[in-house]
């Protein structure tokens, strides 16, 4: 029934928002990655997974659509509730669970908490044909781990017009931007480019 919700962020904590939109208040169950993107805003938007029960309706607010993407694969797969797919979406990043899902690694995925090793192997049959590979990068920013992704999602644009493959380009700058964090989009492009694509 809902596809968004857009207003004014009354509240934001790291497990849930409350946005008022027309004079009524939504609150909307988040994950950690949500949440760190919206804390500091005034105005939002979030995309929502509606959970209709016997005894509650809730309402699950995601950043962008590659999380919420996630998330429904995630409740796909046998045994993967709501609060599951929630806590797994709070301990990785999107492309940190579709690289582990791709890689096969079920280390990976047992580190999130409540996840065993039949889950994560689960999950991981499950979702291995459902992901694009070529999806990864970019879903939530090319190096999740740096606050650098604007200028290295620049740089990437930059190399692939220039003619480099993408896969290699995203590579060495995943490398480069790990390494040089507070690099701008012209130094990125030139160590890139001195690392050999």
Do not use: W
Request: aromatic share 4%; charged share 25%.
């Amino acid at each position: 029934m809902f596809n968004y919700i857009s207003g004014r962020l009354d509240e934001a904590t790291p497990t849930y928002a409350v946005i008022d939109c027309g004079g009524v208040g939504y609150l909307l169950e988040i994950t950690l990655n949500t949440y760190s993107k919206i804390k500091d805003l005034q105005q939002v938007k979030l995309l929502v997974h509606e959970i209709v029960r016997e005894d509650a309706h809730l309402l699950i607010g995601f950043y962008d659509a590659a999380e919420r993407d996630m998330f429904r694969l995630l409740i796909s797969v046998n045994g993967v509730g709501a609060a599951t797919a929630r806590v797994m979406l709070s301990s990785l990043t999107v492309d940190e669970l579709m690289r582990a899902i791709a890689d096969n690694d079920a280390k990976r995925v047992q580190k999130v908490k409540g996840i065993g090793s039949k889950t994560a192997q689960r999950i991981i049959l499950e979702l291995r044909d459902k992901i694009d590979p070529a999806a990864m990068v970019g879903t939530d920013g090319i190096v999740p781990s740096t606050a650098n992704n604007k200028n290295s999602e620049e740089a990437l644009s930059a190399l692939v017009m220039l003619g480099f493959p993408k896969a290699a380009a995203e590579k060495v700058l995943l490398k480069v931007a790990d390494t040089n964090p507070a690099a701008s989009v012209e130094e990125l492009i030139k160590l890139a480019l001195a690392h050999g694509i």
